[in-house]
């Protein structure tokens, strides 16, 4: 099995940074994209930005110029640096990889638990 741990979340005013990590472990065969989600109350989850295992970054449209998405393969682990944040980018952010297990050798989505994102004045 594979786990997914996050943290960074918190309360930010409009315009500020923060900055979610992910650290993926557990007997991890390999790890293809890793990337970050949201969910708002009421709406449904809902992609914010991947990146491939060869480093390649992809971004929703509104985020893009805002957010930057980092990977470090030899530590499993994924970021999300969020700059000039708005109200609207208040939610659940969740880590997600497309990994293997030394027991599946299959790709499967796995999950973190969720980080809260609050953005306010």
């Known amino acids: 099995q594979v786990q997914l741990v996050e943290s960074g979340g918190g309360l930010v005013q409009p315009g500020g940074s923060l900055r979610l990590s992910c650290v993926a472990s557990?007997?991890?065969?390999?790890?293809?994209?890793m990337g970050w989600y949201r969910q708002a109350p009421g709406k449904e989850r809902e992609l914010v930005a991947y990146i491939t295992s060869g480093g390649s970054p992809s971004y929703a449209d509104s985020v893009k110029g805002r957010f930057t998405i980092a990977r470090d393969n030899a530590k499993n682990t994924v970021s999300l640096q969020m700059n000039s944040l708005k109200p609207e980018d208040k939610a659940v952010y969740y880590c997600?990889?497309?990994?293997?297990?030394?027991?599946?050798?299959?790709?499967?989505?796995?999950w973190g638990q969720g980080t809260q994102v609050t953005v306010s004045s």
């Open positions: 557990g007997r991890i065969f390999s790890i293809s994209d």
């Open positions: 997600n990889a497309k990994a293997a297990s030394v027991t599946g050798f299959k790709l499967v989505d796995y």
